[in-house]
């Protein structure tokens, strides 16, 4: 007897839509019945997990790689994560983790196909030590939800990416520098263990482990991170941002050398370049922010304080106003919002050594005014010699061969920096042509561990050590340092006759396609920064666990019904599972007004496919009474929703 | 066959949308949770039936004020505030609060329950002024005022003599007037009252289903006499000459009284005997120096109060109503003359208060209308409920249901009193307490505790 394959386990937080037939290795791994691990089956919901942050040119994407898994699968405790690998160990499957897909290098999309692996439902804080400051957390934590748990017992994180809707496991494999990581220092300053699922079992990974070291920036090389124990702070009242402003370029720079020297670090400290304070005043429709390179301090506590303090009276720099740094300070977890007047944005992510900063930042501003590009810049100083440079330009992602034109001119602007001394941030796989930069010890400690950790090779295969995708490995010549590495390290140096001809073909194609008139769901889409944010706040997410119920997922729905892509109908009436409590409104960095877009979306897709009436009712049903959904009303859906009662706490 | 008194009541729901007293309003930030649709029991908040994932704009007409969605509210996107338009509502001794209750127990015909404390003052002008005596209520039945012994509410209108006389054959003597008996102590009054055909014809089908009588102007006899039997008319005669065109069932006439109204009764009287004669007189000094003539003369005394419940001097007919009560008791006149009041009755609890005043019983003018979905405004222009074309079979029954639940809030005071009989109310006063002499009570013995006006 067949028995139904989709039998959900019971239980008040969980809301189970139509079903989904399974097939192929969906269907496989769904019968092998591993407890807490959901297996994603609908076409629809798989599609979403075929990219990540970045908006590859589908023409780059479609040719070069088999990005699309053979299925996806969900796994909410470590047991399950074992499980899942030991089966693809057996069956000899290729595993790509994912956390919240909010990088843009694409190191969470299968080049060959195999079984995406989402840790986003790791998602609980496990224990608050609050004597000895430090957390567990499971590695699919958002760093958000991480620093609300902690804010209950007057503690926060040290450090956190930009996205703070990102994961723990994400940010451990993917980089590790971010905010607060100049007084805090890097990533793996600040975690004490990691437990990691591999194809052999659980292990424990702590200092001095040289594999402990290796999973820093090992992009899911070696296994899946289901645990992590991060050091904490408490909160300091002292703690406080000061925004500076410069008229130029070195001026800014020397003072931020000076800044990162000082025997009590800050917390952070950013430069900016005039164009951010531009875009920041557009976005805010206003002139808060005046003209000039500007610099972000935040101090750490009192006697960073004072010395950021002292240090500002010896010089004679006056700090602007207090708001300001504060807007500036919030605004930082908020990078992509740029998007919104693109649609879209296109970037370089570099690691600059601070003696060649001056150099870096004047070689970025020169190459994108060749290009004809507007950039915003910013440097995160970091704890010893490197920084983090972001180049951020707008595109126009409604406009296919603009697009594909601004994305070769960042992998221009990204290879000409590291000529000059700069360090790729991430690899991924758009980055893969500069692996010959990434330093030579960590590749070699990162090789160890694999063969180690992961001798099969099943994790995340295809990239880093060497980049292998369709068309017998054209992704891995392309993506090398042998194929663009080269011709982009050519291009670089060409870039004084080059630029002229890029700037005409951008200026050609924005004739051709004229930005009036568009879809409003496409400009929409393009405008998101599918940072994910939406993912972690949605009370419907959390009941269904099926990402098409999220902003992003319809988004991109949207763009697939205007594409003109098939959708299945329970694809379609997922759409319509929504709670309309507008929490994925309150985080959304791009500020859109997500909840009319729905309206019309649905009102397209009820057309297509109707509604179904019963569904939705009884989903509100479910949810009402799901002690989930209280727990996530009563801590806010909305961040910076007044508490209830006078000053005391929210009431459930 | 004894058969018990009932009124048939059925649940008719206004014309127009009512004034909520509470205005609840629901911000921007909701994020449709839902909680409000949970917490509140008057169903308020409830998810919007198209779509329900929303949460539809809250029904403030059911909102009773009780704040849990406001507390509940985890975003605090609720508030409730008290309705300018509410508030606007009426005029005088005609309270919104009382609008708005009238409406409900014409609607539902139910006790009103008013809740969520009480604020205002524990006096106020007329009526309010006094408080009715309500010590037995310490041990109310499991079921209510309907399970207890029977309570009567009727009332005999006629006059009624103080002794009987027999002969030696103990036949009696004494001539018997016409006595009328109620089963209610108010009649529906349409003298004073300007109204359409069909609201005419709808009061009368309900002072039919009520079992009482109607007041009406003698010229409108025509418009209601299929509805009803003559012998429940009471036609208001300008002068005597009208007498002709009442029906010779009508056992009552009410004559405006002028400066011959000794004459016209007597008149009426030698025309018609047998039939009861009132005299209708808008209570002023004056009334009281022609009363106890009156006693001997008339059967029945219609003293007029405006809407306002005052009457021509201003005095309310609480103090009006006692003064000629007690006149009249000590020249032993009282019951030669059934006194029926009108004029300024806006709630339920004013008809006891009358009769503990004094009154025989009364009519029903001014609370007719706000049944049907009036709002006492100063002025009758452009009526916001569109009252002059309820239809009939509308009127009769928020009529029937008005005078259902005021009949049943008398019974909830008497059985509260302990009296069984409402005629043992009338000029009860010992019944009441009343404003200045619990104020005597409680500060004349206090120097310096005189009242400050």
Not at chain 1, 412 to 435: D, M, Q, R
Not at chain 1, 568 to 574: D, F
Not at chain 1, 624 to 633: F, I, N, Q, T
Request: with cysteine; net charge neutral; charged share 25%.
């Amino acid at each position: 007897m067949e028995a139904d394959i989709n039998d959900q386990t019971v239980s008040s937080d969980h809301f189970t839509p139509k079903v989904e037939m399974a097939s192929g290795l969906s269907k496989e791994i769904t019968l092998l019945r591993i407890p807490d691990l959901r297996v994603i089956s609908g076409e629809g919901e798989k599609r979403l997990y075929t990219r990540d942050q970045a908006d590859v040119p589908s023409v780059v994407k479609d040719t070069l790689i088999q990005y699309r898994p053979d299925a996806v699968v969900q796994p909410s405790t470590a047991e399950a994560t074992v499980a899942l690998l030991q089966y693809a160990r057996g069956r000899g499957l290729a595993v790509i983790p994912r956390g919240s897909g909010s990088s843009p290098f694409g190191g969470s999309i299968p080049v060959n196909g195999g079984i995406v692996l989402d840790a986003g439902n790791l998602n609980k804080v496990l224990d608050v030590d609050v004597k000895n400051k430090c957390v567990k957390v499971q590695g699919g934590c958002r760093w958000a939800d991480v620093d609300h748990e902690l804010s209950k017992h007057g503690l926060r994180i040290i450090s956190c990416p930009s996205s703070r809707f990102s994961t723990v496991a994400g940010w451990i494999c993917g980089g590790g520098l971010g905010v607060g990581s100049l007084g805090g220092g890097h990533l793996s300053k600040n975690i004490i263990s990691i437990k990691m699922a591999t194809g052999s079992g659980l292990i424990e990974l702590m200092p001095p482990q040289e594999e402990f070291k290796a999973v820093f920036g090992s992009e899911g090389q070696l296994g899946i991170i289901v645990e992590a124990t991060l050091k904490v702070k408490s909160i300091d009242s002292a703690s406080k941002p000061h925004f500076l402003l410069f008229k130029d370029l070195d001026g800014a720079v020397d003072v931020a050398e000076r800044l990162r020297r000082l025997s009590a670090l800050p917390e952070d400290l950013i430069y900016f370049s005039p164009g951010k304070l531009r875009y920041a005043n557009k976005l805010l429709h206003g002139e808060h922010f005046g003209e000039g390179h500007a610099l972000l301090v935040t101090s750490s506590d009192q006697a960073s304080e004072d010395a950021i303090l002292g240090l500002l009276s010896s010089t004679g720099i006056t700090e602007e106003k207090e708001y300001q740094a504060r807007l500036l300070m919030h605004d930082r977890y908020f990078p992509m919002k740029l998007r919104r007047l693109g649609p879209g944005m296109m970037g370089a992510e570099v690691l600059a050594p601070m003696p060649k900063l001056k150099d870096i930042l004047h070689r970025a501003e020169d190459l994108c005014q060749e290009f004809d590009l507007d950039p915003l810049l910013e440097v995160h100083v970091m704890q010893g010699q490197e920084s983090l440079l972001l180049c951020y330009y707008l595109t126009d992602q409604c406009n296919d061969s603009l697009y594909l034109l601004d994305a070769a001119k960042s992998m221009i602007v990204t290879s000409a920096l590291i000529e000059i001394g700069a360090k790729p941030y991430s690899l991924g796989v758009w980055n893969n042509s500069f692996v010959d930069h990434w330093p030579k010890e960590e590749m070699r400690r990162l090789r160890r561990a694999k063969d180690k950790l992961d001798p099969s090779g099943m994790m995340n295969p295809g990239k880093y050590f060497a980049l292998k995708g369709r068309m017998f490995g054209a992704a891995g010549m392309l993506f090398s340092p042998r194929g663009s590495g080269m011709a982009l390290g050519l291009m670089a140096k060409l870039h004084m006759p080059l630029s002229p001809v890029l700037r005409t073909a951008s200026k050609v194609t924005r004739k051709l396609v004229p930005s009036e008139g568009r879809d409003m769901l496409e400009e929409m889409v393009n405008q998101c920064a599918m940072c994910g944010a939406c993912v972690s706040v949605c009370p419907a997410y959390a009941l269904t666990k099926d990402e098409r119920v999220t902003a992003r997922g319809k988004l991109l729905m949207g763009r697939d019904l205007a594409e003109g892509r098939d959708i299945t109908k329970e694809s379609a009436h997922r759409a319509f599972l929504c709670m309309r409590c507008k929490a994925c409104e309150q985080v959304c960095q791009s500020k859109l007004d997500l909840i009319p877009a729905y309206d019309e979306l649905e009102s397209r897709l009820e057309k297509l496919f109707g509604k179904d009436a019963a569904e939705i009712e009884h989903f509100i049903r479910i949810a009402e009474l799901s002690p989930k959904y209280d727990e996530m009303v009563a801590r806010g859906l909305v961040l910076g929703a007044p508490k209830n009662g006078m000053g005391g706490d929210r009431r459930v | 066959m004894y058969e018990r008194y009932h009124i048939g009541t059925v649940v008719t729901v206004g014309r127009h949308r009512p004034v909520p007293k509470f205005i609840v309003r629901r911000e921007g930030n909701c994020i449709n949770c839902g909680k409000c649709e949970r917490m509140c029991v008057y169903q308020a908040h409830r998810r919007d039936p198209v779509d329900p994932r929303k949460m539809a704009e809250p029904d403030s007409t059911l909102c009773k004020n009780c704040f849990r969605c406001v507390v509940e509210c985890p975003q605090r996107a609720l508030s409730i505030r008290v309705n300018d338009d509410f508030k606007a509502l009426g005029n005088g001794v005609w309270t919104p609060v009382r609008i708005t209750t009238m409406w409900g127990e014409a609607e539902n015909a139910k006790i009103p329950v008013l809740g969520a404390g009480y604020r205002g003052l524990f006096s106020g002008p007329g009526f309010d002024a006094m408080w009715t005596d309500m010590s037995e209520i310490v041990r109310p039945t499991r079921d209510g005022i309907h399970g207890r012994e029977f309570i009567s509410t009727g009332v005999d209108i006629g006059r009624k003599p103080s002794l009987l006389r027999f002969d030696d054959d103990m036949r009696l003597l004494t001539e018997m007037g016409t006595i009328i008996d109620l089963p209610v102590p108010f009649m529906l009054d349409l003298s004073r009252l300007v109204v359409s055909e069909n609201i005419m014809k709808g009061i009368a089908g309900a002072a039919k289903e009520l079992g009482t009588l109607l007041v009406l102007p003698v010229g409108s006899i025509e418009k209601v006499s299929a509805l009803m039997a003559d012998d429940m008319l009471v036609p208001v005669l300008s002068k005597v000459d009208d007498l002709e065109r009442v029906p010779k069932g009508v056992r009552l006439v009410e004559i405006e009284g002028g400066p011959d109204w000794k004459r016209d009764v007597n008149e009426l009287k030698r025309s018609r005997p047998g039939m009861l004669v009132g005299v209708r007189m808008t209570s002023s000094p004056d009334l009281l120096t022609v009363a106890n003539d009156m006693a001997r003369e008339a059967d029945v005394l219609h003293v007029l109060f405006a809407e306002t419940g005052m009457g021509a001097d201003g005095q309310y007919a609480r103090d009006a109503s006692r003064k000629l009560h007690r006149q009249l008791v000590a020249a032993g006149l009282r019951d030669q003359m059934t006194i029926v009041s009108s004029g300024g009755l806006a709630a339920a609890e004013m008809v006891p208060k009358s009769i503990i005043c004094g009154a025989d019983a009364v009519t029903l003018e001014g609370a007719l209308k706000v049944a049907l979905g009036c709002h006492a405004c100063v002025e009758c222009k452009d009526c916001p409920a569109d009252v002059e074309n309820a239809p009939e079979e509308f009127v009769r029954q928020r009529v029937i249901n008005m005078c259902s639940a005021w009949r049943d809030q008398m019974l909830e005071m008497l059985g509260a009193m302990g009296i069984r009989d409402l005629r043992r109310l009338r000029g009860e006063t010992g019944r009441a307490i009343f404003q200045e002499d619990a104020h005597r009570d409680a500060f004349s013995g206090i120097e310096g505790g005189e009242k400050v006006e």
